[in-house]
């Protein structure tokens, strides 16, 4: 059988992980942009989150107790790195106060989700069709529906103020970039929304493997955007 979800999500941690490594140096460069550095933080923690030791852990192993452990604490770290995602337009905009309590309830939120889920803990249940197998964790259909409003409300508010700063600039260069990572961060809202909402509680394997397309389309959109040049 072919873990084609777990491969995905292997693919989603290495383009994470790159978005990350081009961020840390650009913040080395110019350590007094506290942007820079939470952006850094937030792709830093997806490549953790989509890593073969959490989302991709069936290429780790099949046990459906260490497969359980792995996703149960998923949720958990994406929190975590949504808690910088959301302070990046706070701390542009100098909203201090916000800023504080948005990052404090993320991290109060990821925590409470971790005891949540390993209070329900029960084995993940796996699924097979025709040649592919993959694996989904009896996580509490609450945590998944928060979790699936949640997640395209930061990413639309983000998207929001990365299109308005772009134009503002009135600069090409800065324009495209920002409808590149725009449209990538709005992808992966939208794969939040097909996972944790449609996807995963039907135990659909089109819509969990529609989910990994989702955000490799917009994770690669994002590289596009850091990287493009005048």
Same mark, same amino acid.
């Given at each position: 059988m072919i873990p084609t979800v777990a491969l995905g999500h292997l693919i989603s941690s290495l383009v994470s992980f790159s978005i990350a490594w081009k961020l #840390? &140096?650009?913040w080395q460069k110019n350590k007094d942009s506290k942007p820079l550095n939470y952006f850094f933080k937030f792709f830093l923690l997806l490549g953790v989150n989509w890593s073969p030791l959490v989302n991709a852990s069936p290429l780790i192993s099949k046990n459906p107790y260490f497969l359980a452990i792995a996703h149960d604490l998923a949720?958990? =770290?994406l929190y975590l790195a949504m808690a910088y995602l959301i302070i990046v337009p706070l701390q542009l905009l100098h909203w201090f106060k916000l800023k504080k309590i948005f990052y404090y309830l993320f991290i109060l939120m990821a925590v409470a989700i971790a005891i949540i889920n390993l209070w329900n803990f029960k084995p993940a249940l796996s699924f097979t069709t025709d040649n592919y197998i993959y694996w989904i964790a009896n996580i509490p259909p609450q945590? &998944? /529906?928060v979790t699936g409003l949640i997640t395209p409300a930061v990413a639309l508010t983000v998207v929001e103020f990365f299109i308005l700063e772009g134009f503002l600039t009135r600069q090409k260069y800065f324009i495209i970039s920002s409808l590149l990572i725009s449209l990538g961060v709005l992808l992966m809202g939208m794969a939040s929304v097909t996972h944790f909402l449609l996807g995963a509680p039907r135990g659909s394997f089109s @819509? =969990? /493997? @529609?989910t990994s397309v989702l955000v490799n389309g917009g994770l690669l959109l994002i590289l596009e955007g850091i990287y #493009? $040049? $005048?």
């Open positions: #840390y &140096r650009s949720i958990p =770290v945590v &998944r /529906a @819509l =969990v /493997a @529609l #493009y $040049k $005048k």
